[in-house]
């Protein structure tokens, strides 16, 4: 069974400007999470999708950061514009359909550096 | 406000002595805790969870305890390998509802000497 895919892996932009992380979930895995873990912490949050419909984005800073699970498959994160803070992991993980079921998939992470 | 704490920054232990990891929690709320092992440049991967209606769970050389009165869990991995060396999350969530959101710790990192 493959994992969940995640691109590019790596990615250095200066501040203000933009980038877009895309994420591929396990097959069959109806709720896509993205998470940020910022060196020294602990994931968090930011976005759960429920096939292409949003679950919790209450940790999402809306005024740069979007997301969209087309077809309730693969997914995008994009932050606009970028600020030094948002030096991060970008963590994608997937899990299967019921929620009795907490065993969350990540991927490998996209690490962002912004100068 | 940290609702998962995980308050020792790393651990380091003799290849097969126990290791044991421990974290904290402040939402009376949770009540499905589970525990991460993170290697560098991978994601977390799931090791062993726990409801809060058990104190106890064992998978393998692995053993999650959980004291509820003392909103406090602990992992426990006996004998310990150098390849458990890593960084371990504890994450917590409440599973009354449809959102099976996890609030994770800030990490242990675990060093086996051989």
């Known amino acids: 069974e493959a994992g969940v895919a995640q691109s590019p892996r790596y990615k250095i932009i200066e501040k203000r400007q933009s980038v877009a992380f895309w994420c591929n979930p396990i097959s069959g895995h109806a709720t896509l999470y993205w998470y940020q873990q910022i060196l020294g912490q602990g994931p968090k949050l930011l976005i759960q999708?429920?096939?292409?419909?949003?679950?919790?984005d209450s940790q999402l800073p809306k005024d740069r950061f979007s997301a969209e699970r087309l077809k309730g498959v693969d997914s995008t994160l994009k932050i606009q514009p970028a600020k030094l803070e948002d030096s991060a992991v970008y963590l994608c993980?997937?899990?299967?359909?019921?929620?009795?079921?907490?065993?969350?998939?990540f991927g490998p992470g996209t690490r962002l550096t912004v100068t | 406000d940290q609702q998962v704490k995980q308050n020792s920054p790393s651990l380091s232990v003799q290849e097969g002595r126990i290791s044991i990891l421990n974290c904290d929690y402040t939402n009376s709320m949770f009540d499905y805790f589970l525990w991460y092992k993170k290697y560098p440049a991978e994601g977390p991967t799931f090791l062993i969870s726990i409801s809060s209606i058990k104190d106890k769970n064992e998978d393998g050389r692995f053993t999650v305890f959980l004291n509820k009165s003392a909103k406090h869990l602990s992992l426990h991995i006996v004998p310990s390998q150098p390849g458990d060396s890593a960084v371990y999350f504890c994450?917590?969530?409440?599973?009354?509802?449809?959102?099976?959101?996890?609030?994770f710790g800030k990490g242990i990192t675990l060093s086996v000497r051989p």
């Open positions: 999708f429920q096939n292409n419909g949003v679950v919790d």
């Open positions: 993980a997937s899990s299967p359909p019921g929620t009795a079921n907490l065993g969350q998939y």
């Open positions: 994450a917590a969530s409440a599973m009354r509802g449809a959102n099976s959101k996890l609030t």
